[in-house]
């Protein structure tokens, strides 16, 4: 492949609401845009870090140090001898972990190659979906009755399953009101890593529920535990911290960690790695689905891409670009059907338009790397 010169985009981009988990409330999304510019045509992609490394190890500054130090330096000295986005892995093997830095660089390739080819990116991965299908995450809210208030909304706009975060002393309380409202609304629940072994009665309260799934109750580095637990719970469990590769997810699998696996392409460290764990999870029985980092409409397209394979069974997390941004960085925004679907793009790569004018208008820092 030819790069002429790679440019990295600080983002800080407000949100519309407040975003509140069990690790932290956000109302300022802070992230990367890579920007790998070819002969004719521009590949993009996020790193969907944050200013605090509060979801995992790595944040905006050091994903920006990684990838100015090691990983830019890497990608051109073996550029000329890469001639397709998956050996961008092997090429970044060097550099341990740092996984989002490392999936921003080689996801702006593979839409940058499927741009080339003149192909959608959904293509090239393999994705065989027309549309995929979508819930919503919801954050930690002030109270209950908002909580069912913005659910009525989302349900309305057509969202296939509510996502609840949760944390201790909002937990079974809130999932049982919500429950009584809603009956038979596809639920699950995410606690970001908020409980322990020690919590074991009230996790067990959760099975009375009719959950789809319990997201990463334990610690984001711990999958011993999750097994002891998943032997306790009827309810599946669901994995999305803990796994970084397909030799993660083995393991886990192994151990019946989890029964569901939740594949984010920046924390498995780009599309490559998210295929391996797809194929192996579709050859195996396992389910998967596409989590979300609070992306922008980039990291938005990048996803759709990913979730259009054919073994993403349950919805995502990829809602539409109106529920995050006042005003997004593609055209057009990324927008559900009132089926709750996100129809796959067809165009070349990432299939929508970014918007140089709103990518500025959002840019706090910008340095080019020159090939
Ligand atoms: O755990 O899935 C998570 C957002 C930021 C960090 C971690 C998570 C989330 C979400 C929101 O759940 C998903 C989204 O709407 O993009
Ligand atoms: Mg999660």
Redesign the pocket.
Known sequence: MKIDRIVLRKMVMPLKTP?Q?SFGSINVRTFIMVEAHGKNDIGYAEVSTEAIPQ?NEECVGTAWYVMDKFLIPLLYKNIETIEHPSEVAQVFQPVKGNLLAKSGLENALWDLYAKEKGTSLANIIGGEKKEVDVG??IGIQKDIPALISAMEGYIAEGYQRM?L?IQPGWDINVVEQVRRHFPNTPLMV?A?SAYTLDDMDLLKQLDDYNLQMI??PLAYNDIIDHSILQKQLKTPICL??CLHSLEDVRKAVYLGSCQIV?I?IGRVGGHQEAIKIHDYCKENGIPVWC?????AGVGRAHNIAIASLSNFTYPG???SSSR?WYEDVINPDVKITPQGTIMTPSGPGIGYEVSHTTLDRYSDFIQTFRN
């Open positions: 975003f988990t979801y919503v995450s996502k975060k995410d970001n997201e990463q999305d911290e939740n984010k989590g979300g980092m609070l992306e997390d990829t809602s995050y």
